[in-house]
């Protein structure tokens, strides 16, 4: 055919005409459908390469390790949960106590420790149990109380922004964040109890100055005085002070601090510091701040009614004396005995001004 004409052959017309196009069809079928699946997927990677691509519809189903709020809520409990036992409504009660800021520890549906202490501060601070009241057991009538509503407010609201409340009487301690609750916590505080022991205190602690560890005599009496504080310093890991063993300490009326222990009890145990429990007291430290307001509440005064008063540790102990041990020129050992004179006394008085301690 000559490219300049304007018709069409009869070879070529029986390549376009009905008749003529199913031969055509059947020679190229199957590199039409080829063409076609090449098409889609040049499509698929041109739109996954678009913008709009990364904008994902898929739903990542959720952990096996928790369970939605309204399954929980929705659950009526048939068994009184003591500890040692084992089932998905332990891990309803975890995740509920999760929901509601009550640390109870990994959410693994075993009942252990770590549950019963954030059972501990529910009871406490939402149903108004005393220390001798409050059990280590979740019975239904409890888990109908947490399937409900529950609100925990701040008692003082102009602050700073995230302020930490501890409540003597409750032994619980509140973290909140513009007025919202992130943490509540069992806590072990002051016991009230007079002591006088051999203490290793850590530089940069109370009563140590220097540059490595020392052994000191110490006395004191076990409380934990009411207040306005504010957060001064913190340190990471272990430390040893005058009150006590320490792990991640945050301090806030000078060696005072609130810091993890291996042992919270339900009652007050401590030389003076508010104890938590000690998965607690790896991230409570990032929640607070320096400069952070403290309000300690002891059940008899406002915390403003006492200013700061120091803590009532730090005095002399005149009986306590240290062994040391040399060996003379001729071999013979001579055996020393030194009074140790503690460091100064720091007595509380009821008028000391709200005042934050000085680092270190």
């Known amino acids: 055919m000559n490219p300049s004409d304007d018709t069409v052959s009869t070879d070529d017309q029986n390549l376009l005409t009905p008749n003529g196009g199913s031969s055509w069809i059947v020679q190229w079928r199957s590199s039409l459908i080829a063409l076609a699946v090449l098409a889609i997927v040049a499509g698929i990677i041109a739109f996954s390469r678009s913008p709009e691509a990364s904008i994902s519809t898929t739903t990542v189903p959720a952990s096996t390790s928790t369970v939605s709020a309204p399954d929980v809520t929705n659950f009526e409990l048939t068994r009184t949960l003591k500890k040692g036992m084992r089932g998905n409504d332990v891990r309803r009660v975890q995740q509920r106590l999760k929901d509601l800021h009550f640390d109870p520890g990994p959410i693994d549906g075993v009942y ?17 149990m005393t220390r001798d009241t409050i059990t280590d057991f979740v019975a239904p009538v409890l888990w109908d109380s947490m399937r ?28 909140f964040k513009n007025g ?9 505080s002051g016991s009230n109890l007079d002591w006088c022991e051999e203490v290793v205190i850590d530089p940069g602690e109370e009563g140590n100055t220097g540059v490595g560890r020392i052994t000191a005599g110490a006395c004191g009496k076990s409380i934990t005085p009411g207040g306005v504080y504010a957060f001064y310093m913190r340190k990471s890991g272990l430390r040893e002070s005058q009150l006590g063993t320490m792990w991640n300490p945050v301090y806030f009326n000078y060696g005072i601090a609130i810091h993890g222990a291996m042992q919270v009890p339900k009652y007050p145990a401590s030389h003076g510091c508010i104890r938590i429990p000690i998965y607690i007291s790896e991230y409570f430290p990032a929640m607070v701040q320096y400069s952070d307001r403290v309000f300690v509440f002891d059940g008899v005064k406002e915390p403003e009614a006492y200013g700061s008063p120091a803590p009532y540790f730090n005095r002399p102990w005149p009986e306590y004396t240290t062994t040391t041990s040399s060996t003379s020129s001729t071999s013979t050992t001579t055996t020393t005995t030194t009074t ?21």
């Open 340 to 360: 140790i004179a503690p460091p100064p006394v720091k007595n509380p008085t009821s008028t000391v001004a709200s005042t934050v301690p000085p680092v270190g």
């Open 148 to 175: 409900g509503a529950v609100v925990i407010t701040p008692r003082r609201t102009k602050t700073s922004p995230t302020h930490v409340e501890i409540y003597l009487p409750e032994q619980v301690m509140v973290v």
């Open 180 to 188: 919202e609750v992130i943490l509540v916590t069992h806590i072990s």
């Open 112 to 128: 252990g420790g770590d549950t019963i202490t954030a059972i501990w501060a529910y009871q406490a601070i939402v149903m108004k």
